[in-house]
């Protein structure tokens, strides 16, 4: 995102940045007109706070990779549940490493399998990439800020 240079500037002239986690602000404001997500839903946290996001924002935009399909997040997939990765993190690793405090309950309740955004909530628009090219964020944002849905196919490669 930061790759855009002096489109950024341009850019924030257009937008105001409402939410973010440089931005102060406990709770997702309504009426945002474009939120652009990374990440995947990997714990209950983020699956509440992406429904959230969904129902009040009109462009939801998942921005990334992991967003778009998982990606690393979700290599943790393959160990099934979520207790076999949190027996392994959270409770041997503190036995191999002792003296390390463990608290439990820290750890926000994981789900049993890490999914993309379009599998809990409606995407609008997905800008794959890690991280996406800032050609394609500038035209999507830029695009999406104006009210109108962005023809990516031009900017989209793959391979």
């Given amino acids: 995102f930061l790759d855009l240079d002096e489109r950024l500037e341009a850019l924030l002239s257009a937008a105001d940045l409402v939410y973010s986690p440089i931005v102060d602000v406990k709770r997702y404001p309504l009426g945002v007109d474009v939120a652009l997500v990374e990440g995947a839903i990997a714990n209950e946290e983020h699956l509440a706070t992406v429904r959230e996001v969904r129902a009040r924002s009109r462009f939801l935009v998942a921005f990334g990779d992991c967003a778009v399909t998982g990606n690393v997040t979700a290599l943790r997939n393959v160990l099934g549940r979520a207790e076999p990765v949190l027996q392994r993190a959270y409770v041997e690793n503190v036995t191999l490493a002792p003296g390390v405090p463990h608290e439990p309950g820290i750890v926000p309740r994981l789900l049993d399998r890490v ?3 379009r599998e809990v909530v409606q995407v609008d628009l997905h800008l794959p990439g890690c991280p996406p090219a800032p050609d394609l964020i500038h035209h999507a944002v830029t695009e999406l800020v104006a ?10 490669r793959f391979g």
């Fill in 115 to 117: 999914r993309p955004l």
């Fill in 147 to 156: 009210g109108r849905m962005p023809d990516l196919g031009a900017l989209l």
